[in-house]
């Protein structure tokens, strides 16, 4: 069994900072890459940030860029992902995406996660 824990997430005011992390336990596991998703409500899900592990190559989108930041924490099998500068139109369920090889097998895997809210 492989579970990904996340923490963080909260209520704060436009203009502040949060930060989530991410943390990958169980069996034993290799890490493609890991990734932030949100859901805002009504909405789609959409992509926030990747990291790959092997490489730490990142990659955001737009409506993050310069704002928020992926890093990973390889000792412990966990990614942080700093919000800086936040939006009222940040608020949403962020949600931590990894990609797992179990068993020589690649498989997604999801946290359970996290409310942001950002007031105006």
């Known amino acids: 069994q492989v579970q990904l824990t996340e923490s963080g997430g909260g209520v704060v005011q436009a203009g502040g900072s949060l930060r989530l992390s991410c943390a990958a336990s169980?069996?034993?596991?290799?890490?493609?890459?890991m990734t932030w998703f949100r859901q805002a409500p009504g909405k789609e899900r959409e992509f926030v940030a990747l990291?790959?592990?092997?490489?730490?190559?990142?990659r955001y989108a737009d409506s993050v860029k310069g704002r928020f930041t992926i890093a990973k924490v390889d000792a412990k099998n966990m990614i942080d992902l700093q919000m800086d500068s936040l939006k009222p139109e940040d608020t949403a369920v962020y949600s931590c995406?990894?990609?797992?090889?179990?068993?020589?097998?690649?498989?997604?895997?999801w946290g359970q996660g996290t409310q942001v809210t950002v007031s105006s």
């Open positions: 169980g069996r034993p596991f290799s890490i493609n890459t």
């Open positions: 990291i790959n592990w092997s490489s730490g190559l990142t």
């Open positions: 995406n990894a990609a797992l090889r179990v068993d020589g097998v690649l498989t997604p895997y």
